[in-house]
């Protein structure tokens, strides 16, 4: 478990994101992790271009091209990605719990989609209302 020393989420977070440093240069780990603090820092994710005007621009000064160059031409193999970030999840589990099974869920539909061009496409009735129509559009599998 990383041990931080002050009660700062961005701290903690460049902590966790270090991590990712063998993957990215300086310039990219950078852009990475403000697309990171953006992503949990902001409720709904609808673009890159959203994430930029609604937090990024505001806050961390990156030009929308740089987000489009790291998601685009950076090349990093995605199986270290997924390593790494499977690696800080599990460091995440207390020791106490550490010989027992533990499933790792992954759960997209809160995430608002637009279109109707991904899978298994179908309108869904919105209980929670959050989009102002009753119904919104999501996967028809969980």
Known sequence: MISISKDSFIQALEQ??????????????DIFFWLML???SVE???SIR???????????????NSLYYLLSYVHFPVEELIKITVGIAI???????K???????????LQAKFGDH????????DHANKTG?????GHCFV
């Open 118 to 125: 991904f899978d298994c496409y179908f309108q869904h009735f």
């Open 91 to 97: 460091a995440l589990i207390p020791d106490a719990l």
């Open 16 to 29: 966790y994101l270090l991590k990712y440093r063998l993957l990215f240069k300086k310039r990219s780990l």
């Open 99 to 109: 010989n027992t099974t533990i499933f790792l869920t992954i759960d997209d539909t």
């Open 38 to 40: 953006a992503i949990i």
């Open 133 to 137: 129509n009753t119904y919104l559009k």
């Open 44 to 46: 709904e994710v609808r």
């Open 50 to 64: 959203f994430l930029h005007e609604n937090f990024i621009k505001k806050y961390g000064k990156k030009a929308l």
